[in-house]
């Protein structure tokens, strides 16, 4: 019966000793040319992407969690309408607030956002929201203040109590 060597560092060196018999096994590289195919993708439009992912942020909505007969029932809250710097953390990344700033003008200019303020309930700082044209029935307060395109605001329903008290406050 034949005896039975383990394999160990010492042994494998006495079964493959190192010298000139197994040096030089490597493949050398073949020398090839790379090429390239086409032309990378431009980069992407920053202020069209802002201004995308605000939209998005302000019609999802914020995630929130309701109680239901004692199970927590996952929700949104404030679709279409959101706190300003909710909607800025939403955005998410590196975007300074020139850039953020200037991507809500351009939604404003456009029509498709409106900057709302509405009245204090008491000795509180009134809440800043950006909101959809034509999502502002949900608002929990009534408007005291609103920026965006005239034909935008005119089709909210709150824009005729707000324009006769602007009204009455310049006479």
Known sequence: MAKRIGLTRRNHYLLNPPGPARQGR?????????????????????SAWLAGRILAVVAEGMPCYH???GR???GRRGVGALQRWVVRQGVGGR?????FAAAVESLLAGGRLLEVW?????????????VL???SAELPRTVACARGLADVLAAEPWARSIAAESAGAAV
Do not use: C, N, W, Y
Request: hydrophobic letters at 30%.
């Open 26 to 46: 490597v493949k050398a590289m073949s020398e090839q040319q790379i090429s390239t195919l086409g032309s990378p993708p431009p980069a992407r439009d920053r």
């Open 67 to 69: 109680f239901e007969r």
């Open 72 to 74: 927590m029932i996952p």
């Open 95 to 99: 975007v300074s607030s020139g850039e």
């Open 118 to 130: 509405l009245e204090r309930p008491d000795r509180r700082v009134a809440s800043h929201l950006l």
């Open 133 to 135: 044209p034509g999502r």
